[in-house]
């Protein structure tokens, strides 16, 4: 199973953690954990390259975080909020349809 744990201050989401493989399918055919990763890797990518917000994340075998860092000015600040609650959404509706394989969770982080 993934789990992604979402991270806000307050009501705002400042970041993620992904860990885990789905365990839909063997490798390659795991449609649960494609759509997770595109996902996932495509907010990083909106953030990083459209917001061109200066952000640290990791990635590793099943996994993949990324947190906005709390000096991050205000405009890039909504920005990469606003990507980041489009990844929630499409996260939650593939955890509507595949529980068994996808878990979220929300966590509060201090500032």
Not at 72 to 81: G, K, M, S, T, V
Not at 95 to 100: A, F, G, I, R
């Amino acid at each position: 199973m993934t789990v992604i744990t979402v991270c806000y201050r307050g009501n705002s989401i400042a970041g993620f953690k992904a860990k885990g493989h789905s365990g839909y399918a063997e490798r390659g055919e795991d449609i649960v954990c494609a759509a997770i990763s595109a996902l996932t890797q495509t907010a990083v990518l909106g953030i990083t390259e459209l917001v061109k917000a200066d952000v640290q994340y990791s990635v590793s075998d099943g996994g993949l975080c990324l947190m906005l860092p709390s000096s991050l000015e205000e405009d890039a600040r909504e920005r990469a909020e606003l990507i980041l609650g489009t990844m929630l959404l499409g996260l939650r509706s593939v955890e509507e349809k595949y529980s068994d394989y996808l878990k979220i969770i929300k966590r509060e982080v201090k500032a």
